[in-house]
């Protein structure tokens, strides 16, 4: 079994704490990112789950067997780091060939599986290449392969993608995934931009601060995230976040947003929700999930920046503490100055509580 369970992991550097109780479980064959801004603690969770780290307390079982003690080299993890480490004087073949031929693999064996993952990352054209002669791109691709040909029952990436460039780093989100579903690894992807996670990981582990903040399917976490953080960090734009409090009216339950007035009464549920706490919220709301109501009701706002980027057009509305995005499609008629009321899909609406930034769940 190549399940991974993180069970109460804390990692301290001296009196820093980078890793704060960590409950983690990434199941068998599971493709799971790792996501969360700079210093937030991703590499350090990767390099405990790695064996290059000791955790400062709890524990780390792949399946049932307890991984202390164990090091790196028996761990039977594959790890692929940002910046690739490969033989600059060896070619492609040989770099990819390295791990097997170590093993004592038979040359039908070892000349069929370069082969194969050649084919599958897109080597094969320069499998005779030296590799100080290629580029960054493909050193990384090369570095993956060396890896991924030994088939371990993990896999490790901590920001494979971060030195390539964009248009490469689209086709390697493809292949990457592909090369999971292949081998059915179970694989644990480090990176900060949440595209990456959200494209290719079955579920996401946000974390900020040296904690987890959620964990869920991509859908989950972008639907229902569990505080301000989670809203904000993923998406982009992300979540619009607007301060308030709720208030009875006589068509329902609103969140009175002070100067922008107050918005249309909340679904029933979320209402309901809402009723059980008391004080200032957090009123959230996906750029995506805006119309700008003809003559009806809304939040009116001017739109002061206007952001065409081909398929689709950003545009902010307000300023300050009541700034918001609003994504349409290209054909939008609207210039700075315009004054429009928004009107967020109440179906999408989020409310957060205002003090600790966590969801509050529909009742
Ligand atoms: P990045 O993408 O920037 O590497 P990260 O989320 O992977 O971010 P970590 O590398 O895990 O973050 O670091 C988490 C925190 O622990 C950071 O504040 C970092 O400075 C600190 N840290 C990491 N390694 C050490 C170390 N050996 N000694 C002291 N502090 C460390």
Known sequence: MSAIHLQNLVKKFGDFTALKT????IADGEFMALLGPSGCGKSTTMNMIAGMEDSTDGRILFGDRDMAGVPMGRRGVGFV???????????????LAYGLRMRGTPKPELERRVGAIAELLQLTPLLDRKADRLSVNILQRVAIGRSAIMEPAIFLLDEPLSNVDAAFRAVMRTELKHLQRQFRQTMVYVTHDQLEAMTMADRIAVMDHGVLQQVGTPLEVYNDPANVFVARFIGAPGMNLLKGRSAESDRGLVVDLGQLGATSPLPDALAAGLRRHSGEVIYGFRPEQVAISDGGPGLRMPAT??????????VHFGEGETAVKAVFDNDVVLAVGDVVA????QNSVRIFDAASGAAIRAG
């Open 305 to 314: 920046f206007i952001e065409r980027i081909g398929a689709r057009t950003i």
């Open 22 to 25: 960590m409950d983690l479980t």
């Open 342 to 345: 928004l009107a967020p899909n």
């Open 81 to 95: 780091f940002q910046n690739y480490a490969i033989f600059t004087h060896m070619s492609v073949w040989q770099n």
